[in-house]
């Protein structure tokens, strides 16, 4: 199988730094993290991406106030190919989630993998630094997903820094500085992680779930390949 990785535009620090960033760098491909954005803040960003030289956004990172509107026109004008989205257990669905489902694939991070939920999906979105950090951290969460990845597969991917995920709650309101934030890459050996695990671990899209600037996450792409 053919796998993307692609540089992403995150929300948790200066998106429209990166948007404009995409732009300078005449990058037509991206991945896209709603998680951070208002329903406002997402009209400000779908008008700043209109003018942009952005041609194709295959997986985005939705969640519960993402409206069937804004699905579509991912779809319509983006060829947007695959949603991810947190268990019900941590947040709810989008309002328009069946219509939805068979693009939309369920990410680990704080509960594990639930089977039944999977059959309702496409199936499953690995973070592999959640999983890295489950191993490191949370062995039993770890050896749960990683039986439940070894029997439905893997479609797609969250690839970030190796850091301790331990430290959070489940509202994720411990507060970081911008340069020691947990999605943040401060050196690129934080992938070195990503080697042990097997190709089958890794889909056809894989998204960079870093606050780094565009620039350091191309570098982070160009040390990925060469290490796999």
């Known amino acids: 199988m053919e ?19 995409v732009q300078e760098l005449g990058l037509k491909e991206v991945s896209f993290f709603l998680t951070c954005l208002n329903p406002k803040e997402r009209q400000e960003f779908y008008l700043l991406l209109k003018n942009s030289k952005i041609e194709r ?35 709810p669905y989008h309002p328009n989630y069946k219509e939805y489902s068979k693009m939309t694939y369920i990410e680990n991070t704080y509960e594990p993998f639930d089977e039944k939920e999977l059959k309702e999906f496409a199936g499953i979105c690995l973070d592999l630094s959640h ?26 991917n969250h690839i970030g820094p190796t850091k301790n995920f331990s430290i959070f709650d489940k509202t994720g309101t411990v507060k970081y500085p911008r340069e020691k934030h947990p999605h943040t890459l401060e050196k690129l050996s934080e992938l070195d992680y990503l080697k042990q695990y097997p190709a089958r671990y890794f889909g056809k899209f894989i998204a960079l779930e870093m606050e780094n600037s565009i620039k350091e996450q191309l570098r982070a792409i160009d040390y990925i390949v060469n290490m796999l």
């Open 3 to 21: 796998m993307e990785i692609l540089p992403s535009i995150t929300t948790i620090f200066d998106w429209r730094g990166k948007v404009k960033e």
């Open 131 to 156: 999983l890295e950090n489950s191993r490191l951290f949370r062995p039993s969460l770890y050896k749960h997903n990683v039986k439940v990845v070894e029997k439905y597969g893997c479609g797609c």
């Open 57 to 91: 956004i295959p997986f985005v990172h939705i969640k519960s106030d993402v409206s069937k509107d804004e699905l579509d026109y991912l779809i319509k004008n983006y060829q947007t190919e695959a949603f991810n989205t947190h268990t019900k257990r941590e947040y």
